[in-house]
């Protein structure tokens, strides 16, 4: 029989993208977390384009300029992982329809450095913004 939860008990937290964030906590500091962070960081933006979001496009703007330049104080492995995060970012600033290239190229640079759930959360964003690209 299952128990009642106490009246004064807190509501799960969840997260967008649970594999992410929980890569990130449990990465060794230095170049894996740093990717994590900065994935997951890119992808609630590339979510967040997503027209059922209803995030205006000023605020995707104000939230990519500082997500560019957050990242450039990252210690990320290799140019390519930052140039294709600053591209995702500029791409979730945009109307939307460039956003999931953009995934697609972070997820191929980075899938050294994510595990198969992270990879699979990144996939499904991918196919939804696909999705809303041809609604559109």
């Given at each position: 029989?299952?128990?009642?939860?106490?009246p004064y008990a807190l509501a799960s937290t969840s997260f967008r993208f649970g594999a992410l964030a929980s890569l990130a906590g449990r990465?060794?500091?230095?170049?894996?977390r740093e990717v994590a962070l900065a994935v997951y960081v890119a992808a609630r933006l590339a979510h967040d384009v997503?027209?059922?979001?209803?995030?205006?496009?000023?605020?995707?703007?104000?939230?990519?300029?500082?997500?560019?330049?957050?990242?450039?104080?990252?210690?990320?492995?290799?140019?390519?992982?930052?140039?294709s995060l600053v591209?995702?970012?500029?791409?979730?600033?945009?109307?939307?329809?460039?956003?999931?290239?953009?995934?697609?190229?972070?997820?191929?640079?980075?899938?050294?450095?994510?595990e198969p759930a992270s990879r699979a959360e990144l996939d499904q964003l991918a196919k939804a913004l696909l999705a809303a690209k041809a609604r559109a």
């Open positions: 029989m299952l128990a009642a939860k106490p990465a060794p500091l230095g170049g894996q997503l027209p059922e979001r209803g995030l205006s496009h000023e605020a995707r703007v104000e939230r990519a300029a500082g997500a560019r330049h957050w990242v450039s104080m990252l210690a990320l492995p290799t140019p390519l992982v930052r140039a591209k995702l970012f500029d791409a979730s600033a945009g109307a939307g329809a460039d956003v999931a290239e953009a995934l697609g190229n972070v997820i191929t640079v980075t899938a050294q450095y994510l």
